[in-house]
Every structure is written in C-alpha cells, then in structure tokens.
C-alpha cells in the first residue's frame, strides 16, 4: 500500500473507530441544570475515547497493510478473472 492509500485507510478506520468508541460509557446527568440538555453526558471521556480509536484504527491498519502486502487478497487478480 502506497503511503497516501495508507493515510485514507488510516482516518477512515480511525473515524469509524471513534464513532463507534462515542456511545460506550455515556450516562446521562440526573440533575440537570438551566441551559444544558437533558441528554448530554455527565462525563465524555473523550481523550480516553479519542486514544482507544487511535491505539484500535493503528492495529487495523497493520493486520489490512499487512494482508494487501502478503498479496492473500489480491484485487488485481480478481479483476483479471473478471474481465
């Protein structure tokens, strides 16, 4: 994989990583106060989450570069076989 397909697949896994990180661990505040939402999250953790999508999309693009490297799943050839 050429470095700028590397960097696409990166924040693609990435932001399908934080996306799916969001909703882990979000409870809602009990007592809310004049002016906040009544969903909003007592406590985001988002530098936790922000790390756990970067540290999970990092081991993703190794095991998918690695995959495309090793030529297991060779797309040029099945292009081949198809045409």
Same mark, same amino acid.
């Given at each position: 994989?050429?470095?700028?397909?590397?960097?696409?697949?990166?924040?693609? @896994?990435w932001?399908?990583?934080?996306f799916m *990180?969001l909703?882990?661990? #979000?409870?809602?505040?009990?007592?809310?106060?004049?002016?906040?939402?009544?969903?909003?999250?007592?406590?985001?953790?988002?530098?936790r989450? @922000?790390?756990?999508?970067?540290?999970?999309? *990092?081991?993703?693009?190794? #095991?998918?570069?690695q995959i495309?490297?090793?030529?297991?799943i060779?797309f040029?050839?099945?292009?081949?076989d198809?045409?």
């Amino acid at each position: 994989m050429d470095l700028v397909s590397g960097i696409v697949v990166y924040v693609l @896994l990435w932001w399908w990583m934080l996306f799916m *990180a969001l909703p882990f661990g #979000v409870h809602r505040d009990e007592e809310v106060q004049a002016g906040n939402d009544a969903g909003a999250p007592k406590t985001p953790m988002l530098a936790r989450k @922000l790390i756990a999508a970067t540290v999970i999309a *990092a081991v993703l693009w190794l #095991v998918i570069d690695q995959i495309i490297r090793s030529d297991l799943i060779s797309f040029r050839e099945m292009i081949r076989d198809w045409m």
